[in-house]
């Protein structure tokens, strides 16, 4: 596919080569990516700007506020056309919290790039509670139900809790987030009160095209170590052993036109895929999925076709309580077109900036085509071709 180029109002195209420093050849702009400071959700403190001397100094925010952003043009597209829309990693923590306080209006600007897709989908990064006890673990995420409220508001259909932080606050906290799934605002996958739930795809029809959501955590930590769903016991849905993914997606293709698998995977700040990523994505793609995104890296990879799925390696923060570097503030909504017979027919990239606020700011003129061209670039490593 040929990148489509911004307008003044928003932007959209594909992915380009970033990384850590430690990749030499992946990363034009090399940068030294410092470890967040010990935290949990029980106390949080205002995050930091990193040090002149360490690392680089985040991005200065793009042109367009998260409040007041542009209209984002409408796309055309055939009349049978189907899109989805993704972003990445989310959760509520430190100054993002705020945001709760008033879950039907905190995030309602976002919808300019979210609520235009038929189905939009992010990585909700956290427990879903407001109890429990602490795993131990470094980083400890949790959040009250009303982030499903707030994310509703916001245009995203569906969440995957599959991730490192989905259990961090023990069986109590699990048994939340399971009530969470029952009754939240919207759907939850990639957890589940056995094996099987939590392989359990979210099911919709669209325009008379049957689609099929999927969860699962390919990232081995104490999560998928301590948590993993079992035949008889709650946990999160695991594709470190290949095996039940494939089964799942072949399971869901019987019935559905379309299947979306999120993965959380990948290493973080690695800025190309890893071998592990390409033989999961093989495998997936081969059981019959159309499209396969992920996060967990906490910086963009490349995108594009493996033969007929789409994949995106990864993609970033979204609503993020740090920016670190340059290259981990940078955002954006993945939005793949697709035609009920699972042709995958376009993909659009609208790029931007994780704020100080932890919001993203979507990028307009001059300041869209840079980050689209250094989106462009990650897909030389990433061994996936443009669509056509």
């Known amino acids: 596919m040929r990148p489509s180029r911004p307008g003044p109002a928003a932007t959209v195209v594909l992915l380009g080569c970033l990384a850590a420093s430690s990749l030499a050849g992946c990363l034009q702009d090399p940068v030294n990516v410092q470890p967040d400071p010990p935290k949990t959700s029980t106390a949080p403190k205002p995050a930091t700007s990193p040090s002149k001397t360490s690392t680089p100094q985040p991005e200065a925010p793009a042109k367009a506020s998260p409040t007041k952003s542009p209209e984002q043009p409408e796309k055309p597209k055939a009349d049978d056309e189907l899109t989805f ?15 709760l306080d008033d879950p039907e209006n905190s995030l309602r600007d976002l919808r300019d790039y979210t609520a235009k897709a038929d189905l939009t989908m ?28 707030a994310l509703k508001n916001a245009g995203i259909d569906v969440v995957t809790l599959a991730n490192n932080h989905g259990v961090d606050f023990g069986r109590d906290g699990l048994e939340e987030s399971l009530e969470a799934k029952e009754n939240g605002a919207i759907p939850v996958v990639g957890i589940g009160k056995n094996r099987t739930e939590a392989f359990k795809p979210y099911e919709t029809t669209i325009r008379g095209t049957k689609v099929a959501v999927l969860g699962a955590d390919a990232f081995r930590d104490p999560t998928t170590d301590n948590w993993t769903a079992g035949a008889d016991s709650p946990g999160i849905a695991v594709a470190i052993d290949p095996a039940r993914i494939v089964r799942a997606v072949r399971d869901a293709k019987k019935d559905a036109d379309i299947v979306v698998v999120y993965l959380h995977w990948g290493t973080e700040y690695q800025g190309c895929p890893t071998d592990l990523q390409r033989e999961l994505a093989d495998k997936v793609a081969e059981a019959g999925a159309t499209i396969i995104v992920g996060s967990h890296a906490h910086i963009q ?8 799925t789409f994949v995106s390696y990864g993609l ?27 042709e995958v027919t376009d993909s659009e990239w609208a790029p931007g900036v994780v704020t100080p606020s932890g919001l993203p700011e979507f990028a307009t003129g001059d300041r869209a085509d840079e980050l689209l061209e250094a989106y462009e670039k990650l897909r030389d490593c990433a061994d996936l071709d443009a669509v056509r």
């Open 85 to 99: 829309a993704f972003a990445g990693d989310v959760h509520f923590e430190e100054q993002v919290r705020a945001l």
């Open 301 to 308: 990879l490349g995108s594009g076709m493996h033969g007929d």
């Open 316 to 342: 970033g923060n979204f609503i993020w309580y740090s920016r670190k570097t340059n290259i981990s503030a940078r955002t954006g909504v993945l939005t793949v077109a697709v035609r009920p017979d699972g």
């Open 122 to 149: 992010v990585n909700l990064e956290t427990a879903i509670a407001t109890g429990g006890s602490p795993e131990q673990k470094r980083f400890r995420f949790r959040t009250p139900p009303t982030a499903l409220e």
